[in-house]
């Protein structure tokens, strides 16, 4: 290829621009703030008149880099943070200093089962490896990143070679996703709105696991663009049906008239993986993997 073919790009690549800036010579000038460039310039990206545009680069950075990993579609497994493997849970109750604490330390202990569930959970929905004609890859499994019932979810498609998905969320206090999640597949978001926006872009089948107020908003979000028509119809899975009677009694809201009846219809009761799978093949008529 040569300068005179009319195919040859004629401006140079950003990438290429930045380097050309890295060689100039240091002057007063060109070492001032303003004569960087504003794609590299981290202050001028940071400024509160660039929200929006940092808006559009959370959602596109994501949706680019899945896309060209050929992610067509994902199982997202959402859950707690905080309940422990069963091999913790014992220690929990050991620590208990009072009947409040010990009570707490118990339920947290019956919940550790949901660790392995969503471990297994993954483990069948990555085994299947639903790949379609054009080789994009389906019901890839994506969690939150963080510790708890999302480890387990990228630790059981850890387990059979599988890549997985985390969408961690900066926090004020320190954290890190998971070991479990696929390093070229483990994301960032400042907003939580757009990190929730790319939880449900691709989502095809949702289980969720007892969880508390983080659980609650992105599972009711989901309910709500369901409902009101703006997400079609998927499997929506909730494990521990005494857990989610307990905490949210759906038939009273139904019974004071803020949701219709068929509203208790958008989701269904799960207590097992194996159950949370038949229910997704079902729905999408998958043949037994």
Not at 31 to 49: G, H, P
Not at 93 to 100: F, H, K, S
Not at 150 to 160: F, I, K, T
Not at 165 to 184: C, D, K, R, S, W
Request: hydrophobic share 40%; with cysteine.
């Amino acid at each position: 290829m040569t300068d005179k073919d009319v195919s040859d790009r004629r401006f140079y690549k950003a990438k290429q621009e930045a380097g050309f800036a890295e060689k100039q010579l240091s002057t007063p000038q060109t070492q001032s703030a303003s004569y960087r460039l504003a794609f590299q310039d981290t202050e001028f990206l940071l400024r509160e008149e660039l929200r929006p545009v940092r808006f559009q680069l959370e959602l596109l950075k994501t949706e680019m880099l899945l896309e060209e990993a050929n992610i067509a579609s994902t199982l997202v497994i959402y859950g707690s943070a905080r309940i422990p493997e069963p091999e913790a849970a014992d220690a929990l109750v050991a620590l208990a200093t009072d009947a409040r604490s010990k009570t707490i330390a118990e339920r947290m202990k019956d919940k550790s089962r949901y660790y392995e569930e969503s471990r297994r959970l993954a483990r069948l929905a990555s085994e299947c490896s639903v790949t379609d004609e054009s080789g994009k890859r389906h019901f890839v499994v994506c969690s939150g990143g963080g510790p708890s019932i999302m480890e387990a979810a990228n630790r059981g498609a850890h387990d059979v070679g599988a890549e997985s998905i985390g969408l961690n969320i900066v926090l004020p206090h320190e954290q890190a996703p998971n070991v479990y999640v696929t390093p070229g597949l483990s994301f960032q978001f400042h907003y939580f709105a757009l990190r929730k926006m790319h939880f449900l872009l691709r989502a095809r089948a949702l289980a969720v696991f007892p969880g508390g107020f983080g659980t609650f908003d992105e599972f009711f979000e989901l309910l709500t663009l369901v409902q009101t028509g703006k997400v079609k119809k998927m499997p929506i899975l909730l494990f521990g049906e005494d857990f989610w009677n307990r905490v949210v009694n759906f038939e009273e809201l139904m019974l004071e008239g803020v949701i219709s009846p068929p509203d208790l219809d958008l989701f269904q009761f799960v207590e097992t993986a194996e159950e949370a799978w038949a229910a997704i093949r079902s729905f999408y008529n998958i043949e037994s993997c």
